[in-house]
């Protein structure tokens, strides 16, 4: 009998670690809830003081405090790290708010996350500032970006769209209140495309006016044409839509003035207009010119785009620009242009140069980060935006046809824009189900 419940211990401790084993690799949630958050968080107690030592994120403390440990309680005064004030885990990782003490800044931290990282044996951490004088440690037991699963949050409220998990294993949410222009880069194949779908299905279900610039003759917004208030695909039908845009914006300007505000949200809700989402898919199609009789179109779109990035924020219209590369090299106004587009979302890239235009003016650091995206991994991407701080971030896939489903679904909320009517695609109507004939044959007679 010993040797039977030998024989069944041994063989149910081999289940066990074959069944962590098995979760490890296919369902890292379920092991890091298991093994890994218990193992991290007792080595984040036991070293926590240590770590924060060699780290160099310890200051020397009060005279008063200095005095009262020396004298009172007979002790060796110590450099005194930041107070751990809450520890929380989470299905990815763990979140621990600290209180600096005076002479540390968050900055002190986000130099030394890659060192904590080792030191604590997660896949990342990364550094938030909550409040003044309160940061918060945001560690990740496992690479959550190798397959995209979107936390299950309430959506956001207003104007915002998530679009993209975090490397923290947050959302990525795209809110145009905040953010209002932005930039989109990356190669062929990168995942650009990946990211406007997932930015227009989620456009599509508010209460917005979508408008589509796609001179790739209308092949990847043309399937979304239920849900656009506008689509153009040639630079001559651009340059009509935007000199339009710039009308709009400017009644609009007018209806600010009449009411005494400076922002289109301090409106009675009655008197607000619709916001207008403007999607870009190709810009560089827009600078670029065969002859020389194109030059004044190329003027017309330059001159309309950037007064549109520079004052439109008020009104309610927003760029949404994508591009392969958008430098110097496409003409007069495409810096200018470049340097009012706040957000920026760099996929993988070709050249450091790419890379460095649309991440080096605003957050210098995050270069070297989108220059080491592998090929095999699309739609990761780095995204930054004019505080300095970037993240790493990747798109879950859709498809082409989910997002023109969702666009269909969503087609009622086409909003009534008569400035933009003569720019609404051509919706062709579905196409009948084949089904049975009814109409009875007639037996053939001689």
């Known amino acids: 009998m010993s040797d039977l419940s030998m024989v069944l211990e041994a063989t149910g401790a081999l289940v ?172 062929n194949n990168s995942g650009k495309s990946v990211y406007q779908r997932n930015l227009i299905k989620g456009l599509a279900e508010l209460p917005v006016a979508l408008v589509g610039i796609d001179c790739k003759r209308g092949v990847e917004q043309s399937a979304y044409a239920p849900r656009l208030s506008a689509l153009v695909t040639t630079p001559d039908e651009a340059a009509a839509l935007l000199d339009v845009l710039v009308g709009e914006m400017g009644e609009r300007f007018d209806l600010l003035s009449a009411h005494g505000v400076s922002d289109m949200w301090d409106l009675p809700e009655r008197l607000r207009p619709v916001p207008v989402v403007v999607l870009v898919d190709e810009v560089a199609e827009l600078f670029l010119i065969s002859s020389k009789k194109d030059e004044e179109r190329r003027e017309r779109i330059v001159t309309a785009l950037i007064r549109l990035a520079q004052m ?88 082409r046809a989910e997002a023109a489903t969702v666009c269909r679904r969503f087609a009622h909320l086409v909003p009534d824009l008569p400035a933009l009517a003569p720019f609404r695609p051509l919706v062709p109507a579905d196409a009948p189900v084949a089904g049975p004939s009814l109409v009875k044959p007639l037996p053939v007679t001689d």
């Open 16 to 187: 066990g670690a074959g069944g962590l084993g098995f979760a490890k690799v296919r369902a890292p949630r379920v092991y890091w809830s298991l093994v890994g958050l218990p193992v991290a968080w007792g080595r984040f107690t036991v070293t926590y003081r240590s770590t924060m030592d060699v780290c160099g994120l310890t200051v020397q403390p009060s005279r008063l405090r200095a005095f009262l440990t020396r004298n009172v309680a007979r002790r060796e005064v110590l450099p005194v790290p930041p107070k751990i004030r809450r520890v929380r885990g989470t299905s990815t990782g763990m979140r621990v708010t600290l209180r600096l003490p005076a002479g540390l800044e968050p900055a002190d931290l986000m130099a030394a996350s890659e060192r904590l990282r080792h030191a604590w044996g997660v896949h990342s951490v990364t550094i938030a500032e909550t409040k003044p004088g309160y940061v918060q440690l945001r560690m990740t037991g496992y690479d959550v970006l190798r397959r995209v699963r979107m936390p299950r949050t309430a959506r956001p409220e207003g104007l915002a769209v998530p679009v993209a998990l975090r490397e923290d294993g947050s959302a990525f949410v795209r809110d145009y209140r905040k953010v209002p222009m932005a930039l989109t880069l990356g190669a």
């Open 312 to 399: 439109a924020r008020a009104v309610g219209i927003y760029l949404e620009v994508c591009g392969q590369r958008f430098g110097s090299e496409l003409g007069r106004g495409a810096t200018m242009l470049r340097a009012q587009l706040t957000g920026r979302v760099v996929h993988r890239v070709n050249d450091k140069q790419t890379a460095e235009m649309g991440l080096a003016d605003i957050a210098p650091d995050a270069v070297m980060a989108a220059g080491l995206i592998p090929a095999e991994r699309p739609g990761t991407a780095v995204a930054a935006d004019s505080s300095g701080g970037w993240a790493k971030i990747r798109t879950p896939h859709t498809s």
